[in-house]
Nanobody, 127 residues
Framework: QVHVVESGGGSVQAGGSLRLSCVAS????????MGWFRQVPGKEREGVAS???????SYADSVKGRFTISKDNAKNPLYLQMNGPKPDGTAKYYC?????????????????????WGQGTQVTVSS
């Protein structure tokens, strides 16, 4: 059974930095994509950053140049380095894993790409 667990959330001041981590266990696929989504109450989940097994990445325009997604060679853990977060980045952040569909650059930030989701970790950015 696949388990996806995030950690590292918390409170941070705007302009500071925070790193989220994610460990996914119970899977052995060699082709996959992993990423981070975020959601605030009443809004759709938004793709933030994603990386596929060969290293191709994709970022939401709102975080380009400030956030960096990375992973160890052995798939885990997955990181999201958040530099210069903004108050509108306050949300619950979810780690995701996709192994059923081919990972394309055009679909890396689509929620339909992913079939495993963590429980989420809250990030609060204060001004």
């Amino acid at each position: 059974q696949v388990h996806v667990v995030e950690s590292g959330g918390g409170s941070v001041q705007a302009g500071g930095s925070l790193r989220l981590s994610c460990v996914a266990s119970g899977w052995i696929y060699s082709s996959y994509c992993m990423g981070w989504f975020r959601q605030v109450p009443g809004k759709e989940r938004e793709g933030v950053a994603s990386i596929e097994s060969e290293g191709m990445t994709s970022y939401a325009d709102s975080v380009k140049g400030r956030f960096t997604i990375s992973k160890d060679n052995a798939k885990n853990p997955l990181y999201l380095q958040m530099n210069g977060p903004k108050p509108d980045g306050t949300a619950k952040y979810y780690c995701v894993l996709g192994v059923l569909h081919r990972c394309l650059l055009s679909t890396l930030l689509s929620k339909y790409q992913y079939n495993y989701w963590g429980q989420g970790t809250q990030v609060t950015v204060s001004s």
